[in-house]
């Protein structure tokens, strides 16, 4: 699985070369909602039934296929291999690693084709890393350090658009729900963090409104 800092290291050199254009994927193909297949099946991997997962995982199968040719190389063969890594994880019943791989495979796929032009990519990213750490907090056992990386992720997307938000009350609230969620983490509190998580993407989505109504 990928360190949520190497992958930015990685995301950012390719952003600028590689994001497709909202208009030219609404032309092309139906992949507005792509991403959100694979946020679908992050979030509902540890608690879907066996018929359920299966259509999930089904849905995101045909979508990373329809996706490859639209994507440059190297970023299709890392959906592929995610999507391997998904079906490996499918006949193991390893529901952790079925979260985390759909939770690496929506970063690429938003990196390339946001949902919205609007909205930055950092705030994308928050997403992630909120995604990231509530399947990290799910897991057994709990994947502490792989949450901390993710915090640091969070922290760093954070910087890029914290000037740019609106609203200052949503931009004083998400400073502070972060610093919770950090505490959470560095006291290894499951319970704590894992309510700071749900609140920090609950947060994103008033973000993701903030930049649409700019």
Do not use: C
Not at 19 to 29: N, R
Not at 119 to 129: G, H, M, R
């Amino acid at each position: 699985m990928q360190n949520p800092k190497a992958a930015a290291a990685t995301e950012s050199a390719a952003d600028a070369m590689h994001t497709v254009p909202h208009s030219q994927v609404l032309a092309t193909s139906k992949t507005a909602d792509s991403a959100e297949i694979f946020e679908a099946l992050g979030e509902q991997a540890f608690t879907a039934g066996p018929d359920e997962l299966a259509l999930l995982v089904g849905t995101a199968s045909q979508t990373a296929h329809g996706l490859g040719g639209l994507m440059p190389g190297d970023i299709s063969q890392q959906l592929d291999g995610q999507m391997m890594a998904i079906r490996e994880a499918v006949t193991r019943d390893d529901r952790a690693g079925i979260a985390l791989s759909a939770v690496e495979a929506f970063r690429l796929v938003v990196s390339r084709f946001p949902p919205d032009t609007r909205i930055p990519l950092p705030v994308s990213y928050l997403d992630y890393a909120g995604f990231r750490m509530q399947a990290d907090l799910k897991s057994v056992p709990i994947r502490w350090e792989d949450a901390d990386a993710a915090m640091a992720y969070a922290r760093e997307q954070w910087s890029a658009v914290e000037s740019r938000v609106k609203d200052e009350n949503l931009r004083v609230r998400f400073v502070n729900e972060l610093a919770a969620l950090d505490s959470a983490l560095v006291k290894r509190d499951a319970v704590a963090a894992s309510a700071a998580v749900i609140v920090e993407l609950d947060s994103v989505d008033a973000l993701e409104s903030d930049f649409q109504s700019q």
